[in-house]
């Protein structure tokens, strides 16, 4: 059985998120969707909040599921018996970026691959920063992010 883990922040989950976790699930057989903190970034939603959202966004894909990462990802994916490491990307500045981590991961657990799946063009643009900065100012967001996180950032700019 082919596992995968896509980590993220997801503060608020995006469209661009959710077609990352939808051919994630095309290619594996079970793909966990982990809500991790960002040290570097102040949240805005509770990590309970986030995988609310996640869970709600997701429900047609039978074979992902939500969980939360508190820790070393590749000590995660050991426990958890996972293949391989979902990122995506949006640009080259991302893939540097991503490089470096998937090295280390290797480093430090050579049993799981990372495996990089390009955005699509239509959400190249596309972050969670962003979506939080149009919503901040009043600005619909519809189109970028599930109908249930538009909701979720209504209530909580309000």
């Known amino acids: 059985m ?13 469209n661009g998120h959710i077609d990352i976790i939808q051919r994630a699930a095309a290619l594996f057989d079970e793909v966990i969707v982990a809500v991790s903190t960002n040290i570097h970034k102040k949240p805005l939603f509770l ?25 070393l990802l590749v000590r995660y994916a050991k426990e958890h018996n996972v293949n391989a490491i979902v990122r995506g990307l949006r640009a080259l500045s991302d893939f540097e970026y991503e490089f470096e981590m998937a090295l280390m991961n290797r480093r430090l657990e050579s049993n799981v691959e990372t495996v990089f799946l390009m955005t699509n063009a239509e959400y190249s643009y596309l ?8 919503a901040s100012f009043g600005e619909p967001v519809t189109g970028l992010v599930p109908p249930i996180v538009e909701e979720y950032l209504l209530k909580k700019l309000r």
């Open 2 to 14: 082919k596992r995968a883990i896509y980590p993220g922040s997801f503060d608020p989950v995006t």
């Open 47 to 71: 990590k309970e909040e986030r995988k609310e959202m996640l869970k709600a966004s997701c429900w047609h894909l039978p074979n992902v599921t939500i969980d939360e990462l508190d820790g």
């Open 127 to 134: 972050s969670s920063s962003t979506v939080k900065e149009v």
